[in-house]
């Protein structure tokens, strides 16, 4: 159990018609780490995401998620919102709150499948018999706590759709944390941030992992954060995985510049490039 | 920002032509009915005057614009320091104490002096389409879900009742939760079809869903009885007590067990206070939902599905409780309807209905309750109040429509009402 990794991801495939989006892609996602998935844009971070958190159905692949003590899942055979009721949560690259519900209610919305099942599909929760007020009260003390470790208790009976940027992604992040997940999967939850609340996220994800030993999966496209709290590190370029490793393995690594900076002589065409345009010149000929 | 005098006049003297155009079917011709039978008469007058009254009235709206305009610009802070948050608040009080106040009225008007047999029966009316307007609200205001054919919940509680009362012999608070039961089955099963469908295409398929059972209705004669309907269904009793005058066998009579002397009165201002207990139980039960898990993912539906399902809600789960609910109180106030009038039949259960019900939500302010109520007093009685404009009473009606819709686009309540604060709970935990 100990040995088995929390997330294991192996040969992930995504097609769509033609293209394929991801291509068999293995990847792990450990308990108490936090593990970044990096890639210029339209690599394919995404889509591994969607496929992982049950949005797409992927083509081929095995999702399997080791639950402590619990016999091990295969994510892509559950039905999309099955998947957070077994532990793996996502937040959302633009952001997706519940706008014209207050901040509490977000939180709460997040706490449904458990208050669910105590309010006995509302038949208890209608006469308000005291299993329930028991189980609700305990749901906002879960809420109340999240709003207070994201420093959110000022805002927490605004809008969330009145909120700034900044601070709904504080919420989005304890809306994901309210459903008690193994696994917190974060889509680019820097975007938009300036660099001192990027800072602040950098501590709090940290925070959360040494706090509550889930694991974090993180797509981010700001580098400082990436290297700063990363554990491993996967990098993606067109659907495939081209490195993995430690922050230090990763910023040496020859492809992965290459990936990111391109190829150092930009005046040579590359050699596909060169060879359709002798082609199409011989044709013409 | 301030138009010119000029600006005004050529706007007012535009709008007046384009009034007058307007008013020449809808003012100028007028139908009278003689020996030769039906005859189209002219008053070229009348279209004369509505074009000079919109021209005048649109020239003196335009200067009171611009003068509130100024006068607003002269004090800027004001509005701009007005917080979101405390506005809220006062909004949540203020129908905090309207709701009480419209209840304890409510109660009270059937034992007012003034209260005869056309208040009774206006206010029971009334009662019936906020009953309605409860039902969608929780389809379209709470869920999220456009319903264009909720009439088909109110003509299925309607002929469930009117069917089993004169083939089984049922009465009224046998088949009252049948009905809700059966027209919520159908809910759920016209769930079923439209879980992938949104916007317009959601629309369009409930819209479907009102007609087919209207016709379905209206041609399964050795059923419905088709286009002549179905009379004679029993009238709603108190613990076995009849309120007719000569009650039917195996029930006794209300004013022979009191002695009270026989009053038609009784019966309305029963069937009133019936159709009052079953909008006060509805209120009460949406406003316990909206605050339990269900009613939370149903509104978290209309804010964002892929949000909802990212967090664990089965949306299927909760599309097809919102339309059973919603469909359940359709089917109550079908029953009511039917036990009210003694009698069904298709005409009742037009598209009309369903745009009224419709616009009775829209009007009040989507998801709000007490939004529904002034809605639905709104709509039953203006065109009420409206039959001393005789002939121009739907005209009015449909001025009154834009004005609100100008003014309030959001509904008369469009602010949403939080179910919990936390400010409100007890500091004890975490």
Request: charged letters at 45%.
């Given at each position: 159990m100990t040995d088995q990794p929390l997330l294991s991801v192996t040969g992930l495939t995504m097609r769509f018609g033609g293209l394929v989006a991801v291509d068999s892609v293995n990847l792990t996602a450990e308990t108490n780490k936090i593990t970044a998935l990096i890639g210029p844009n339209g690599a394919g971070k995404t889509t591994i995401f969607n496929c992982l958190t049950g949005f797409y159905k992927p083509t081929s692949g095995e999702l399997t998620l080791n639950r402590p003590g619990q016999s091990p899942v295969s994510l892509q055979t559950l039905a999309g919102y099955q998947v957070s009721r077994h532990g793996v949560v996502r937040t959302f690259q633009n952001i997706r709150l519940f706008p014209r519900m207050t901040v509490l209610e977000n939180l709460l919305v997040a706490q449904h499948v458990g208050l669910m099942k105590k309010a006995a599909f509302g038949v208890a929760g209608l006469i308000g018999l005291k299993g329930w007020r028991a189980a609700e009260k305990e749901a906002i003390d879960r809420a109340r706590f999240w709003i207070d470790r994201l420093d959110l208790t000022n805002v927490a009976d605004e809008e969330a759709g009145n909120l700034s940027y900044g601070v709904q992604r504080r919420v989005e992040i304890a809306r994901a944390m309210n459903t008690n997940p193994l696994l917190l999967c974060l889509d680019e939850p820097a975007a938009g941030l300036n660099p001192k609340e990027t800072g602040a996220l950098g501590d709090l994800l940290r925070g959360i992992r040494e706090q509550f030993g889930i694991g974090i999966l993180l797509i981010e496209h700001d580098m400082g954060l990436v290297m700063g709290i990363s554990d491993r590190i996967h990098v993606v370029e067109y659907g495939r995985k081209i490195a993995e490793g430690t922050p230090e393995q990763i910023r040496s690594d020859e492809r992965v510049i290459k990936a990111y900076l391109g190829e150092p002589d930009e005046e040579e065409l590359p050699a596909m490039v060169a060879e359709d345009v002798a082609g199409q010149e011989g044709g013409r000929a | 920002m301030a138009h010119s005098i000029q600006d005004h006049l050529k706007g007012s003297i535009i709008a007046g032509l384009l009034a007058m155009v307007l008013a020449v079917p809808f003012i100028g011709l007028y139908t009278v009915s003689t020996d030769q039978g039906l005859v189209v008469e002219q008053r070229w007058p009348w279209v004369f005057w509505s074009g000079l009254i919109v021209s005048v009235g649109s020239f003196l709206m335009g200067l009171a614009r611009d003068l509130l305009a100024a006068r607003r610009a002269a004090k800027p802070k004001l509005a701009a320091s007005a917080k979101p948050s405390r506005d809220d608040a006062l909004t949540a009080k203020l129908s905090k104490g309207f709701a009480i106040g419209i209840t304890l009225f409510a109660i009270t008007l059937p034992f007012m002096p003034f209260s005869d047999r056309y208040i009774m029966d206006v206010g029971t009316t009334v009662l019936i389409y906020v009953l309605l307007g409860m039902g969608l609200n929780v389809t379209v205001g709470l869920a999220g879900l456009l319903d264009l054919g909720f009439v088909a919940f109110y003509a299925i509680g309607a002929y469930s009742f009117a069917i089993l009362s004169t083939t089984l012999g049922w009465g009224f608070w046998v088949c009252l939760p049948l009905s809700g039961l059966i027209a919520a089955l159908f809910g759920a099963l016209l769930s079923m079809p439209i879980l992938r469908l949104r916007g317009d295409y959601l629309a369009i398929v409930t819209l479907g869903f009102g007609e087919i059972t209207r016709i379905v209705i209206l041609n399964w004669q050795s059923f419905t009885g088709g286009p002549a309907g179905i009379s004679g269904i029993p009238r709603p009793s108190l613990f076995g007590l009849?309120?007719?005058?000569?009650?039917?066998?195996?029930l006794t009579s209300f004013h022979e067990v009191t002695g009270i002397a026989f009053a038609t009165e009784h019966r309305l201002m029963f069937l009133y206070l019936i159709a009052l207990t079953l909008v006060l139980a509805a209120a009460w039960v949406i406003k316990r939902l909206r605050a339990l898990p269900i009613g939370r993912a149903w509104e978290a539906l209309r804010e964002d599905e892929i949000a909802c399902r990212s967090l664990g809600i089965n949306p299927v789960a909760s599309k097809v409780s919102a339309y059973a609910v919603g469909g359940m109180l359709g089917g109550f106030a079908g029953c009511f309807f039917a036990a009210r009038q003694g009698f069904v039949s298709p005409e009742s259960f037009g598209f009309i209905e369903s745009a009224l019900i419709l616009a009775i939500v829209v009007l009040g302010g989507m998801g709000s309750q007490i939004g529904v109520v002034i809605a639905a007093l709104f709509i039953v009685l203006l065109p009420e109040v409206g039959r001393e404009f005789a002939d121009f009473r739907m005209i009015v009606f449909g001025i009154a429509m834009i004005a609100i819709m100008v003014w309030r686009p959001g509904g008369l309540l469009s602010q949403r009402v939080p179910t919990i604060r936390l400010s409100s709970q007890k500091g004890a935990g975490a």
């Open positions: - | 009849s309120f007719d005058r000569r009650p039917p066998e195996g």
